[in-house]
């Protein structure tokens, strides 16, 4: 069965500091994947995706993401966190060749404080 | 430009009534997505819509809920004989499918109708 993991329910960072939020996935082939946040009583908001090339994706308001094929992972990055990143991020794989759904992780609540 | 807009952004109804709730895509997006976010489950698929078909309506958790799409454009998910454990978040994404490149493109999502039943 196709899954994603996001291990960390919340992630607690100072503001200042990098941070990373972790996704791994279970996906048969090479999927692709993304990262979407969501603020409180929002939709989803697309950060970033991997479809293929260079392992080091570079999104939105600064969050870039590493593609590790050998360990499944694609971890969310910031080199220095913000107060306003505080928010709920979803990692989601798609199989390739697929045009239908994405396959969300359970979310991590990421809280960034002054 | 405009997002995916979703009507109502709320929803109280009471156990036993049915629900439509709609959603307008991005203009010109030929795929339509709608997923359901509650507390106990996170985020799950529903139905996909390519035009006004849907070849995969796989996660409906029931034939009491039903989607539809007309005109390539504006999509209802009905919920008939609602049930409690139907409250959660339910939204709607877009997108192109597949871009002039052959690239996947990204699933936009509009904000979401947030529906309690009572």
């Known amino acids: 069965a196709q899954s994603v993991a996001q291990p960390e329910d919340q992630v607690n960072v100072a503001e200042g500091n990098p941070l990373t939020v972790k996704c791994t996935y279970s996906?048969?082939?090479?999927?692709?994947l993304f990262w979407y946040v969501q603020y409180p009583n929002r939709g989803l908001q697309f950060l970033l995706k991997?479809?293929?090339?260079?392992?080091l994706v570079k999104g939105s308001y600064g969050f870039e993401a590493e593609f590790n094929k050998s360990q499944t992972s694609f971890h969310l990055k910031k080199p220095s966190a913000l107060v306003s990143d505080s928010a709920l991020y979803f990692c989601?794989?798609?199989?390739?060749?697929?045009?239908?759904?994405?396959?969300f992780g359970k979310g991590t609540k990421l809280s960034v404080k002054p | 430009g405009a997002g995916v807009s979703q009507s109502p952004s709320n929803k109280v109804t009471e156990k036993g009534k049915d629900v439509e709730l709609r959603c307008d895509p991005i203009?010109?997006?030929?795929?339509l997505y709608w997923y359901r976010q509650s507390l106990g489950q996170g985020l799950e698929f529903l139905i996909y819509f390519q035009g006004n078909s849907a070849p995969d309506k796989s996660g409906l958790p029931s034939d009491r809920f039903s989607a539809e799409r007309t005109g390539g454009s504006v999509s209802t998910l009905t919920i008939q004989r609602t049930q409690q454990e139907d409250s959660a978040v339910y939204l709607c994404?877009?997108?192109?499918?597949?871009?002039?490149?052959?690239?996947?493109?990204?699933?936009?999502f509009g904000p979401g109708t947030r529906l309690t039943v009572l």
């Open positions: 989601a794989v798609r199989r390739r060749g697929s045009q239908g759904n994405l396959i």
């Open positions: 203009s010109g997006h030929t795929a």
């Open positions: 991997y479809i293929t090339g260079d392992n």
């Open positions: 996906v048969s082939g090479n999927p692709y």
């Open positions: 994404a877009s997108s192109s499918a597949r871009t002039s490149g052959g690239e996947i493109d990204t699933q936009y």
